[in-house]
């Protein structure tokens, strides 16, 4: 029996539908498989090697002790939805409603899902950046809507405003943004913000902003796009805690956005996953409400193990750019022989001991060529790792 439906769309959107109709594997499980035959040192996959905050861990495992293991409310625990919106206070002076305008989410992933899913009619169409993150092109696929790109160019990374301005037109619903950005550990500066506003005001389109790297950032702040002039009222911010207190396997994200896009979001949320994560709500709270210096501690760790790989990478021979957030390094195999980084990630175990996934993996057909050589690593791991790491890599160019 031919199995057909929408998951060819799916994976097609996200570049992974065969010739011969079947799924192929993501890089990633690919590369974290050779990593565990292999036992080369993963810095692939983005995933930490250390415990977040313990008051966040304790927090959970007080809720399950305490009996927080039912359905919570369809919005998300209200503790939460508070520390979201005093979270955005505080640290962007946003006023949000808790009761109106936030809603957790099984991760940033569904709410990006169910984002695209309610606000898309098929034939629309949705910006993003190029590289971009694997679940947009498949949402968007999902969602039967037409996918345009704006790419950012090594080293910096930064879209072009004339290429971002012929990108939106009055066929344009939705504007996807990334910032700090995966893979490239970019962030949009102020100028860029006001046009991608400017443009959804002259289009009539809504602005969608992926931040779930608000607060892994190395000098410049990052700025919600949100607190913008004419931005709120079209913008759904999404944000999880899975990057900051190091809980990706916990799956509490959150959005939040004025109260008809929460209301159309919720509509399809509640038959996504209805809800998740009672226990890691409360848990979640906690962490949102850590004071400023853990959040900064947080940070600081951070960009010593960027500058700890940067100078691993550069020393190896890498062309390596310098990012500003995430805990991502995008680095170029070409000076060190290797044109194509695909090919490369497939060798990397075998030359160095290490595992990482070529740029391509984010990045549709079309332009492909352009980023054949780049390669990202990641850097959420223990000093010692990285440490390890970057001596194995400094033998590939002997
Ligand atoms: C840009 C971006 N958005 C969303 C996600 C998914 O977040 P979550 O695990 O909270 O669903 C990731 C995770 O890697 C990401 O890099």
């Known amino acids: 029996m031919a199995v057909t439906g929408a998951w060819q769309r799916a994976a097609r959107g996200a570049g992974l539908l065969d010739a011969d109709g079947t799924v192929a594997a993501t890089i990633f499980a690919e590369m974290s498989a050779l990593a565990t035959r292999t036992g080369a040192i993963n810095l692939g996959q983005g995933f930490p090697d250390q415990d977040g905050p313990p ?64 606000l898309i009619e ?66 949009l500066p102020r100028e860029t913000l006001e046009l991608i506003v400017a443009l959804a005001h002259e289009h009539d389109a809504i602005i969608v902003t992926d931040e ?90 951070l960009r010593s193990k960027r500058d700890l790989l940067h100078a691993g990478l550069t020393a190896a021979g890498f062309t390596v750019s310098q990012p500003q957030g995430t805990y991502f390094i995008v680095a170029d195999a070409a000076p060190l022989g290797f044109e194509d980084a695909v090919d490369f990630c497939r060798r990397l175990p075998e030359l160095a001991g290490v595992v990482a996934v070529p740029i391509t993996a984010f990045v549709g057909e079309t332009h492909r060529a352009q980023y054949a050589s780049l390669v990202r690593f990641a850097f959420c791991k223990r000093h010692e790792v990285l440490e390890r790491a970057a001596a194995q890599l400094a033998g590939i160019g002997r």
Do not use: C
């Not at 956005?257 to 929460?262: G, K, R, S």
């Open 122 to 187: 098929p034939g629309d169409e949705v910006v993003t950046l190029e590289p971009f993150y694997d679940a947009y092109g498949a949402l968007i696929a999902l969602a039967d809507a037409v996918h345009r790109t704006v790419p950012l160019r090594a080293p910096h990374f930064q879209p072009d405003l004339d290429e971002l301005r012929h990108a939106v037109t009055d066929r344009t619903r939705i504007i996807l943004l990334n910032t700090p950005h995966n893979p490239t550990g970019a962030m």
């Open 212 to 301: 779930v790297y608000e607060h892994l950032t190395f000098g410049e702040a990052h700025i919600p796009i949100a607190t913008l002039p004419g931005a709120r009222e079209r913008t759904v911010t999404i944000s999880s805690g899975g990057k900051t207190f190091s809980t990706t396997g916990w799956k509490i994200g959150w959005l939040s956005a004025p109260p008809a896009l929460v209301q159309a979001i919720l509509a399809v949320k509640q038959f996504l996953t209805y809800v998740n994560g009672a226990p890691f709500q409360p848990a979640m709270a906690a962490g949102l409400r850590l004071p400023d210096a853990a959040f900064t501690g947080i940070a600081d760790e």
């Open 55 to 118: 008051e966040v861990l304790e927090a959970a495992i007080a809720a399950i002790r305490e009996g927080v293991n039912q359905y919570p409310p369809g919005r998300g625990m209200l503790d939460l939805r508070e520390a979201i919106a005093e979270h955005q206070q505080r640290f962007y002076g946003l006023h949000v409603d808790p009761e109106r305008e936030v809603l957790v989410t099984a991760g940033a992933t569904e709410a990006l899902a169910a984002t695209l899913l309610a």
